[in-house]
């Protein structure tokens, strides 16, 4: 995650990113919501810089976050709250087995994520 001699910046917090296991942007990227032509160039925050995603992962290892206000997920169909913790939960135990595996990063990505294939398709007026 270094650039030169400085690793990226968090856009919230202004303190550098250190590792990827605490990296909202590889998160995204593994969880399938940023893709690979973005890593170099979107804006980087701590896991806890971005509450609203990081209250969706439940694991023992990572302390929980809570979110007061509008997007607090207790305020969010319960359905769609569980779909996300399962998606988000599984990206986060990800990054953090990723980083000793010594993989591509094209290989970070959670399994379906890999194997998804991007619709291409495009309707010709008829």
């Given at each position: ?21 605490d990296s909202d942007l590889y998160l995204r990227y593994v969880t399938g919501e940023v893709p690979a ?90």
């Amino acid at each position: 995650m270094a650039q030169c001699e400085q690793g990226y910046l968090c856009d919230v917090c202004g303190d550098e990113v250190e590792d990827i296991t605490d990296s909202d942007l590889y998160l995204r990227y593994v969880t399938g919501e940023v893709p690979a032509r973005v890593l170099m160039t979107a804006k980087e925050r701590h896991l806890r810089c971005n509450p609203t995603l990081a209250q969706f992962i439940v694991d023992p290892a990572f302390d929980p976050v809570i979110v007061e206000g509008p997007f607090d997920k207790r305020q969010l169909d319960p359905a769609d709250v569980a779909r996300r913790e399962d998606l988000i939960t599984r990206g986060w135990q990800r990054l953090q087995e990723v980083r000793g595996l010594g993989i591509p990063i094209s290989d970070y990505p959670l399994e379906e994520i890999r194997n998804s294939k991007p619709d291409i398709s495009i309707s010709k007026p008829g």
